[in-house]
């Protein structure tokens, strides 16, 4: 005897692995420079800020939501945080006041969906437009740049020559993971996107959990807007436009369903890194960036077509 | 009262059967319905009512016998051909768009159009206009359907039944959402149709209804049919024991235990329009058995002492405490556990396995800084799957996938496992096999004995005389009296749920 569901969450994270490397495997035959090991930790380098944003995606996803405000947030707290750093502020204090902001935002998602029940679709719609404008108003359009060495440490640092924004990445994942597997928070965030009414009655305060979740979403668009202005040593108040589709997709590709309910942490970081492969190689190949998305468009598709014939099956 | 029954048969119904797996819903029933007469169908719940009724309207295929309409033996294959056949059906829940205006669900699907393909509005409004004239019912057909009251959203779907010239009707409990006056102006539509030759079927389980509307009434009970009688030859008393006489009685493994103290105590709850005025006890040691129709507030006086949903006003005390909880949560807190009626859509997390079902509300009990002792909440788990015996694989199988029965016993587990020690049950052994309907009422026994009080909510009626110590009967939002054990039979609590 076995249990049919778990097997069939195995191998939904067993097909998209199996996908990565199919990728990996396509590009390596055609490009002699994809499979160097520079390449593929710049591939990582690349991922990190997407991997980082979906993180809080797949949580949001997990209870059956979404949130299309984390390019925005993410460029808000940048913003923030460039100009907090330019009228003086510590490197650490000002990247303290970015991670608050992004929370900020996240939560007022959150406190709006739970609280105003407003469909989280329109909620985040919204937020996306209000940070944007936001981070337009504070630098009056322009982008800030020309940050101290200290700061730009962030990306350029590295450890046995893997570099800081991967590390972060990879800290993120793990502690992402434990939350999601061990803790309460965890655990009520599946049961409600199973099931919110069930949840409810069983005693779970499914509105301060779905607020948190909220919150961690912008936290992580406020990580992500830290680190992308660490690499580029400029924040651009019209950075991270459509990076949501690019975190729905990885979480997505990695197997959670939209439903809520399912998904794993890892499956996003798949996701997230078979997009990141799909990027760089069509480069190397000197694909079209406008081809490029086409191709990108018809993996989400394949990938969530492969899910629901697995999923018709075991019907 | 209509006591002249006119003789032509229009629609009859011979020998139909109808099979689910398991379940013979219909047992070789024989019915006949005259042109211009009210018939009406009456038996509890799981009768066979539905079934057939679903049959005649072409919702699902008979399993057996004939069906013949104006003396032509016919096969009624899909809802629509049952319309186009003449046959239309009215179902509780109303199939009116809301946002559309009453002409324009009136002739959904049928508008007339010019040569542009757009649609003929002036056509549209006047066919309304005549049909709703017709009824004598004064409806401005340009008002969006949203803003008419039930009784007239109802209305406009006999209009448009009419409109597609229907000479039979069925109308599936129409006045269980209707107030008194609404339903005198139905009854007076309906006496209008009737004269102009229409046919009504009705469902109903209010007797005094019956005796108002209704020219025959034919009884089912367990799928069979128990009779047809004439309305002015029959007697309420006569229709309840047609209704509730079982042949076969089920056995209940019937607990005597002396009733301890007072743990729960409702003082006048009411709630607009769906709690009026209800106060009640619980003790230890004690099952309480709450009956009524379906729709005359039993589930949402349990959500209401759970506070699922919000009251208007009344006193709700626990062990004396007079209790000014908001949410689950908290009442949760205080030892109150409720299995829901409906354990997929609110009991259950169906995605998740049974061990993280069965923990679910207890967590906290055993993690620290948030974090969730493993190996603790599952032995907590397992200690429930074998102590109430669930079938599955091993604790992490996905509730999804059990039967019934065992997917009600991981509801339960899981106010085991926070031990409540006050259990509403709603309808507590709904569509589990007998095995398990037996396992569950020995379980609420041996809760009993331990000292909990249960409140058992339940429409079968064997099963409340069965196991529970009292029993109060709820009528349309109220308490319509209560009989302890020793003096309950079905007919007492049927005369109360029914009103009579």
Redesign the interface.
Known sequence: MINKNQILQNSRQLGTLIGLFIVILIFWLLSPYFFSTSNLVNILLQSSINAIIAVGMTYVIITAGIDLSVGSIMAFSAVILASAMQSGIGVPIAILISLIVGTLCGLSNGLLISYGMLPPFIATLGMMSIARGAALLVTQGKPISGFSPEFRFLATGEILSIPFPVILMIIIYIAAHIILKKTLLGRYTYAIGGNEEASHLSGINTKIIKTTVYGISGLLSGFAGVILTARLNSAQPIAGIMYELDAIAAVVIGGTSLLGGEGKISGTLIGALIMGVLRNGLNLLGVSSFVQQIVIGVVIIIAVLVDMILKKRKK | MNSKIPDNIVLKVSKVCKRFPGVKALDNVDFELREGEVHVLLGENGAGKSTLVKIISGAIPLSGGVISLFENEVVIKSPKHAQEMGIATIYQELNLIPSLSASENIFLGRETTNRFGLIKKINLLSSSRRILEDLGLEIDCQVQVKNFGIAQQQMIEVAKALSMNARILIMDEPTSALSETEIQLLFKTIRRLTKKGVSVIYISHRLNELFEIGDRVTVLRDGKLIGTKRIVETTKDELIKMMVNRDLREHYPKLKTDSGKEVLRVEKLSSKGKLKNISFVVNECEILGIAGLLGSGRTELARAV?A?DKFDSGKIFIRGKLQTLK???AV??NGIG?V?EDRK????????SVK?NIT??S??SF?KF???N?KKEKEKADRFINEIKIKA??A???V??LSGGNQQKVALA?WLC?ESNVLIFDEPTRGIDIGSKIEIYSLMNRLKSEGAAIIMISSELPELIGMCDRIIVMHRHQIAGEVSSSEATQETIMRYAVGA
Not at chain 2, 345 to 352: D, H
Request: charged share 15%.
């Open positions: 759970f699922a949410s689950p949560r949760i807190k409720f829901t859509a609110q009991g259950l997390i169906l995605s998740l993280e679910l509300s967590l906290k993690s948030g974090f969730i493993f694989i091993n992490d199988q996905i999804y996938y899981k926070m």
